[in-house]
Every structure is written in C-alpha cells, then in structure tokens.
C-alpha cells in the first residue's frame, strides 16, 4: 500500500473508545501497558494491535566479545500505549533477521502484520554468510504472533505495496534483497519476484509473478522504496543502483542510476519519464554512491508521496582525493504528473539559513529523513538524521513543515524554528562517546507512541557505551517541537538483550 504520512486523531480517544467496548477483554489505557486492540476497517501500519497507539519495531544487531561469532539479531516489537512505549512487555524474537521490517496488513483480517528477512532456512547471501528467507508476524490484538514463512526459500522481501491496485498489498523481492553487500555491484543479476496479495493463513499469496530490475542485465538494484508518487492510489517503486561504469569495461554505455517503476492494475511497469526527471534532478548530487540514502513519505502535505534522497557518505566512503561532504538532503516531489513532474526539488542542509549545525565533511546529513507530524498542527514536520557529526557522535534535526511543506531555509519570523536533539543536549540522558562512534539517529517510521495527536521521535544509539550498552530514546512531540523535558531512556538490556554475547 502507497507510504503515506497521515495526520490521525488522538489515540487516547481512539483507545478510550476501544477500552469501552472490550472492558471484559481486560483492555487498558490507564498507562500500566498496552490494552487489547480489535481489527480495523483500515489499519494503521503503525499500530500492530489495533488499541490506537503506535508500536516500535527494531532489529537489535548484538556484537562479539571474542571477536569471532556473531549471535543472530533479534527483532524486537514493544508495543504503544496511553503511558508510552512498555518496555517490559516487549516481545524479542531470536532467529537471526536482518533488513527493516516491512509493516502491512497482509491477510486482510484488520491488524498489521511484519514481513522481514531471516537469516535461515533459504538460498542466498544474508549478509554474513546468511542464508535468506521472509517470514510474517501476523497482527493480532496482542501484538504480532510468532514468525511463519512466507514464499519461496530465498525470496527476500524488501519492499511493500499495493503494485497492481487491487487494494491488497504485496511484497517485492526486486532481486539484490539480503545478498551481500549493498555497496557491492550485483553484477550477476538474481531474479526477483513479487507475491501479490491477499496472504491466507499460511502465508500463500494470492498469486506469485517474476520481477527483472537489472540494467541491460548488468546490475540489479542495491534499494527500493516505494510510495504513491503520482497520487493514483498504486504504489510505485523507486530503484537505486550502484556501479562504477568508467571502471568497469563490460558496462553499457548509457546506465542511470535511478529508476522509476509505476504501479498500476497490471503490476510495476518502467516509467521512463519519471526515471529521467529523478535521473536529472540527482545526477552530479548522489551520483551512484552507494552510501545515498532514499525514503519516501509526503512532506508538503498534498497528499502524494515524495522522495527523499541524503547523500549521507562518512568521510572513509568520501571521493579519494575530493573534499570532504558533510551531507546534504534533496526533496523531489511526487506530483500528478509523477514523480519530479511538479514543484523543484527542495536542497537542505546544515548551511541552510535557519538549520542548527556547524557543517563538517563526514557528518552524513540526510542519512536518514522521516516525514510526521510532531507538532500537531496538521502540517508534516521532517526528521533528518546526521549520525556521523562530531565523530560519530549523531545528532538528529527537527525541520517544521509550513503551509508549503518543508521549506529549504527558516527565517526568523517563521512560525517555529528547527531544533536540533543530540547526547549533550540539556534534558537528553547520556553523554556523549568522547571517542566518537554512538551514532544518535532516529529509527523509522515516526510513531506516536502515547496517542496524544503528535508524532514521537524514537532514536538510537547502537556505539553508546562503546557498543556494550547501546540505547534507545524517546523524545515526545508537543506543539512546540521535540520535549527534552521527560525523555524516555532504555537499553537493550532492558528488553533482555545481552549486546556482548562470549
């Protein structure tokens, strides 16, 4: 189903609401957890149980003491409620996934459910000598249940979306899903598939049909992201190649590093159009890095998606000899014409007027942007994360929307400034690594996790502590931005996860 960033009532009254019907289901919102949710006609994807509170998702990738065996990652789902996210009753799966959980209601019963790649039982390269398959937590009032499979062994879910616009979504595996690393070139293109929905109980698609992405049979796609950038209700994707075609002789002559595939009743069909226009409005800015950085969400409040794309690349991936970046952000918006066919793509960054932050070269502005309303006015707010400034310490920035969407510099009349939320600033528990290397950023998608109408910002920081403790943080949104006042902070060991395992 197409990305979009909706503006929802508040969840305290939606829960409330839910709270007066299933009072013999031992439903709560008075903060001590997470009530019992019930089906929706159209669920949100960010709420796994139907209680009205959006729920974390994450993947907690542990280290080594011993600096040789890795323990798998867990996926981790704690879910919202009226007194926040409840840590102690997150659920932590343990069986090695990888990759970012995907989140749709697959099976059609009115609860979202998670498809993410495992790193067992399949064919493939999950990344660490892994083999690959895609498993489904089904949503339920509870939370998600236990992990099934789904697929064919192999098939690796990377994307989700309604492609052929039948109103059910479907999940792509667009060829590269968790084989090796994406910075490397594909150069032996694997075929892709896409299972369309609806999923039955068993996680059997409705139907299953092949998905080829390579350039000329050269290179399969590093990334996807998807979202309705025509506004016609389809899912459309956006793919993003990496390859060095001045180094590399077999390379036809020609290869963008971007391409655009339309949804529409006959599935995912190039758009050459709209491919050229991105093409056009990146070439010389992201180039084929392999570090670029794309996401997808409306940040002008049109009701059409947008893409976002971060030249994020730390200063060991800078250009050998070139100058150092600090990281830059552009906005190329979706429109009726298609993607690019609208209003000039939006340029940001930390030398913008009114954007918090001393510019350095590795900083990684833009690795990540995330489109919400945190301070409830109804308008989107943007979240950029910098995770390398000051040596890898992070930082994450607040860019308020206006009537216009988010504007490319902030004067000093305008309605609310930017904010900038690190590990030294005053309220925010921790300090800082003063070796570098914490890595503050915020997680995906923004989530109100406490139903008051404003979206939360819930950041990590896998280096805290050196990597022996990690941590999470979350920052409330209020109508006068991101709260440092009552900032939530917990580790992995708080959800019993040992990071440094013999």
Same mark, same amino acid.
């Given at each position: 189903?197409?990305?979009?960033?909706?503006?929802?009532?508040?969840?305290?009254?939606?829960?409330?609401?839910?709270?007066?019907?299933?009072?013999?289901?031992?439903?709560?919102?008075?903060?001590?957890?997470?009530?019992?949710?019930?089906?929706?006609?159209?669920?949100?994807?960010?709420?796994?149980?139907?209680?009205?509170?959006?729920?974390?998702?994450?993947?907690?990738?542990?280290?080594?003491?011993?600096?040789?065996?890795?323990?798998?990652?867990?996926?981790?789902?704690?879910?919202?409620?009226?007194?926040?996210?409840?840590?102690?009753?997150?659920?932590?799966?343990?069986?090695?996934?990888?990759?970012?959980?995907?989140?749709?209601?697959?099976?059609?019963?009115?609860?979202?459910?998670?498809?993410?790649?495992?790193?067992?039982?399949?064919?493939?390269?999950?990344?660490?000598?892994?083999?690959?398959?895609?498993?489904?937590?089904?949503?339920?009032?509870?939370?998600?249940?236990?992990?099934?499979?789904? @697929? %064919?062994?192999?098939?690796? +879910?990377?994307?989700? #979306? *309604?492609? &052929?616009? =039948? $109103?059910?979504? /479907? !999940?792509?595996?667009?060829?590269?899903?968790?084989?090796?690393?994406?910075?490397?070139?594909?150069?032996?293109?694997?075929?892709?598939?896409?299972?369309?929905?609806?999923?039955?109980?068993?996680?059997?698609?409705?139907?299953?049909?092949?998905?080829?992405?390579?350039?000329?049979?050269?290179?399969?796609?590093?990334?996807?992201?998807?979202?309705?950038?025509?506004?016609?209700?389809?899912?459309?994707?956006?793919?993003?190649?990496?390859?060095?075609?001045?180094?590399?002789?077999?390379?036809?002559?020609?290869?963008?590093?971007?391409?655009?595939?339309?949804?529409?009743?006959?599935?995912?069909?190039?758009?050459?159009?709209?491919?050229?226009?991105?093409?056009?409005?990146?070439?010389?800015?992201? @180039? %084929?890095?392999?570090?670029? +950085?794309?996401?997808? #969400? *409306?940040? &002008?409040? =049109? $009701?059409?998606? /947008? !893409?976002?794309?971060?030249?994020?690349?730390?200063?060991?991936?800078?250009?050998?000899?070139?100058?150092?970046?600090?990281?830059?952000?552009?906005?190329?918006?979706?429109?009726?014409?298609?993607?690019?066919?609208?209003?000039?793509?939006?340029?940001?960054?930390?030398?913008?007027?009114?954007?918090?932050?001393?510019?350095?070269?590795?900083?990684?502005?833009?690795?990540?942007?995330?489109?919400g309303d945190v301070t409830g006015d109804g308008r989107p707010d943007l979240v950029v994360a910098t995770p390398y400034k000051d040596r890898g310490s992070g930082r994450l920035t607040l860019l308020p929307g206006s009537a216009d969407g988010i504007p490319d510099r902030y004067g000093p009349d305008a309605p609310q400034q930017p904010q900038a939320v690190d590990l030294d600033t005053p309220g925010v528990p921790g300090t800082h690594n003063p070796y570098g290397s914490d890595r503050f950023a915020p !997680?995906?998608?923004?989530?109100?996790?406490?139903?008051?109408?404003?979206?939360?910002?819930?950041?990590?920081?896998?280096?805290?502590?050196?990597?022996?403790?990690?941590?999470?943080?979350?920052?409330?949104?209020?109508?006068?931005?991101?709260?440092?006042?009552?900032?939530?902070?917990?580790?992995?060991?708080?959800?019993?996860?040992?990071?440094?395992?013999?």
């Open positions: 189903m197409p990305v979009r960033t909706s503006v929802r009532p508040a969840a305290g009254a939606v829960g409330a609401a839910l709270c007066a019907s299933l009072l013999l289901s031992g439903c709560s919102s008075s903060g001590d957890g997470p009530g019992t949710g019930r089906a929706q006609d159209s669920p949100a994807a960010e709420d796994l149980n139907g209680d009205g509170y959006d729920d974390l998702v994450t993947v907690v990738r542990p280290g080594s003491r011993s600096g040789k065996a890795f323990p798998p990652e867990r996926l981790v789902v704690v879910l919202g409620s009226a007194g926040g996210l409840h840590v102690p009753g997150a659920t932590v799966h343990e069986a090695g996934f990888f990759g970012a959980p995907l989140r749709a209601d697959l099976d059609g019963d009115g609860f979202t459910d998670l498809a993410v790649q495992r790193g067992d039982g399949g064919v493939g390269d999950g990344g660490a000598g892994k083999p690959v398959r895609t498993v489904v937590l089904r949503g339920g009032p509870h939370g998600p249940a236990d992990p099934r499979p789904v @697929g %064919e062994e192999g098939f690796a +879910a990377g994307a989700v #979306g *309604d492609f &052929d616009c =039948d $109103g059910n979504p /479907d !999940l792509l595996d667009d060829g590269h899903g968790g084989r090796g690393d994406p910075a490397e070139t594909v150069r032996e293109p694997v075929p892709g598939a896409v299972l369309y929905g609806p999923f039955d109980e068993d996680g059997t698609p409705a139907r299953t049909a092949p998905f080829t992405a390579d350039l000329d049979g050269y290179a399969s796609p590093r990334h996807t992201t998807t979202g309705d950038f025509d506004g016609d209700g389809c899912t459309d994707a956006v793919l993003q190649y990496y390859f060095d075609a001045e180094q590399d002789d077999s390379a036809p002559e020609g290869l963008r590093g971007f391409a655009v595939r339309s949804g529409g009743k006959g599935g995912l069909v190039p758009d050459e159009e709209a491919g050229g226009r991105l093409d056009s409005a990146l070439a010389g800015t992201l @180039g %084929e890095d392999p570090a670029a +950085a794309f996401s997808a #969400g *409306d940040a &002008d409040g =049109d $009701g059409i998606d /947008d !893409l976002f794309a971060g030249v994020p690349a730390p200063v060991d991936r800078q250009p050998q000899g070139g100058p150092e970046d600090p990281g830059s952000l552009r906005i190329v918006h979706g429109s009726r014409a298609g993607l690019g066919g609208g209003r000039p793509v939006t340029a940001l960054d930390q030398a913008a007027p009114g954007v918090p932050g001393d510019p350095q070269g590795g900083d990684g502005f833009g690795a990540a942007a995330l489109a !997680l995906g998608p923004l989530l109100d996790v406490d139903g008051d109408g404003h979206a939360d910002v819930v950041a990590s920081a896998p280096g805290h502590g050196r990597g022996r403790t990690g941590g999470f943080w979350v920052l409330r949104g209020t109508d006068d931005g991101l709260s440092t006042d009552d900032v939530r902070h917990f580790t992995p060991a708080d959800l019993g996860i040992d990071l440094q395992v013999p």
